[in-house]
């Protein structure tokens, strides 16, 4: 069993060894192996992360929300998010993103985006099957193992 909870400071370690294990593992996140920095950055109210715990006390898998801290722009968070290989299939992602819109939704937002690889057909599928809609497309957007890849623009509004 994985629980979902809000990361605290306490998590920063755990949270931090996460994300470096995913740089390394997979090629599907923004950063490279040996880009994220040494110590995790903390976050402006109302951004959040949430983080995937499993039974043995490992991090499994984390979104985050960033939200601008401009009133313009507070109603709008970015998704970033990733699981580990080992718990990839079992619905942690979904359980991660439906988490992730009920507390965007306490804290007022109206809409999270986010950016997908073209080619990530797994997170694609997952993205679409949670409400998310593709709205444009960056061509070109990363260097990815020495190639151009595109991305999708994809966007969730919620409702109130």
């Known amino acids: 069993m994985i ?3 809000r990361a605290t400071p306490g998590d920063a370690a755990a949270l931090l ?16 192996p040996g880009e994220r920095a040494p ?10 992360v949430l983080l995937g715990m499993a039974d043995e006390g490992v991090a499994a898998g984390y979104v985050e929300v960033e939200v601008l801290p401009y009133a313009r722009a507070r109603r709008t968070g970015y998704v970033v998010m990733g699981v580990r ?9 979904r359980r991660l993103l439906d988490r992730a819109a009920q507390e965007a939704r306490t804290a007022g937002m109206a809409r999270l985006e986010l950016t997908v690889m073209t080619h990530n057909q797994r997170a694609l599928g997952l993205y679409l099957s949670c409400g998310y809609q593709v709205e ?7 260097d990815v193992d ?3 890849v595109d991305e999708y623009y ?7």
């Open 3 to 5: 629980d979902i909870r």
């Open 17 to 32: 060894a996460l994300q470096l294990r995913l740089d390394e593992e997979s090629s599907f996140m923004l950063l490279q």
């Open 39 to 48: 110590s995790p950055s903390p976050s402006p109210s109302p951004s959040f």
């Open 85 to 93: 290989a080992a718990y990839a299939g079992q619905g942690l992602g």
């Open 136 to 142: 444009g497309l960056r061509r070109s957007a990363l």
């Open 146 to 148: 020495g190639r151009r």
């Open 154 to 160: 994809m966007g969730l509004l919620l409702e109130v």
